[in-house]
């Protein structure tokens, strides 16, 4: 519906329809552009680079436009002008991104009331998509993640962890769903270590962990320069001669394994997506975006884009925005390059496989995140 100026005294509004008068729906994305997490928006641009390459940009006779705003890292009031600036200024219709917990809660209330669908490319705490009716996630949460992670180490013959984890939602999540998980099974965590998001260097609490002496360490921090440490750290701290069994989520994402090295062949981590997966759509997912952006590595953060990006997609074909677009979004079940995957309509979280898998080094010598079990349709956990 456009304002149509008629004889210059009146205003009419008639609606048009065609390619030809289609409005433009704007989608502000607020991430990582710079700092030690630039790595994130760097992912999330390339990925819808991959789909608008694939799909055009046209939906149901309307235009998408992208519009990227650098939050840099964990930063709540930096993301919610961000927010401000792009529903007042730009007038986005929807917003988007998001990599880190306390950034995506800042946006609840501003969306709420400009009801404004936002898609959660990653933030991953259970209790976020509660604090707006607005909020949809295509990334993943640590209780979905988490749960499937002990349950496979109880199998192993795993008796005793120590969690070591940042000290923020999504850490603290992580250590409730896996000791949740793992006590339900008669495990026992002997120790669990919360680290300051800031850290930087883990031998003391490496030390802390070898000291307990458990069969296995879980760990929780948000990917980039933390995991890629604390990862190292396990390893110069040789943890793994201690017989310690390293178990995680992110801590062997694509972007940092090529640094990592061979040191990380063997790390066991739960997570639902693996470059790695073998399924037409993601071999062409990822060949995409070789040919865009020739050297990068499809990742967590590629996955949560590519996906958040198709669901725009549906929500415009559907409605333009506000309510409409949320309701359009509930029970929405595609094929993602992560597997098949859904919009639970009660929580706006996606529903997706779970994988276990293993680091190793693929038939060209390159490591890979190597699924050897999935666990199917897994909700999340932390509110079911
Ligand atoms: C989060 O803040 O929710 C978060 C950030 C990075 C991750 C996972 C979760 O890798």
Known sequence: MRPFKLLGTCVLSISLSGAAYADTIKVGVIAPFSGRFAIWGKQFKEATDVYVAQNGTSVGGHTIEFIYKDSGGPNPDAAKSLAQELLIKDQVDYLAGFVFTPNALAVAPLIS??????????????????KSDYFVRTGFTLWQVSVPMANWAWDQGIRTVVTAVSDYGPGIDAENAFRTAFEAKGGEVLDSTRMPLSTTDFAPFMQRIKGARPDAVFGFLPAGPPTFAFTKSYNENDL?????VFLGTGETDETTLKALGDGAIGLTTAYHYSGAHASDMNAAFTAKLDELHPGSVAN??????????????QMVAASTGGAGAIEAAKGLAWESPRGPVSIDPETRHITQNVYLRKVEKDATGKLINAEFQTIEAVPDLGLK
Request: hydrophobic share 40%; charged share 10%; no cysteine.
């Open 300 to 313: 967590l953060a590629s996955v949560g884009a590519y996906d958040g990006v198709h669901l725009i997609y």
């Open 113 to 130: 009331k400009s009801k404004t669908p936002t898609v959660i490319y990653n933030a991953a705490t259970s209790i976020i998509t509660t």
């Open 240 to 244: 793994k001669g201690a017989g310690i």
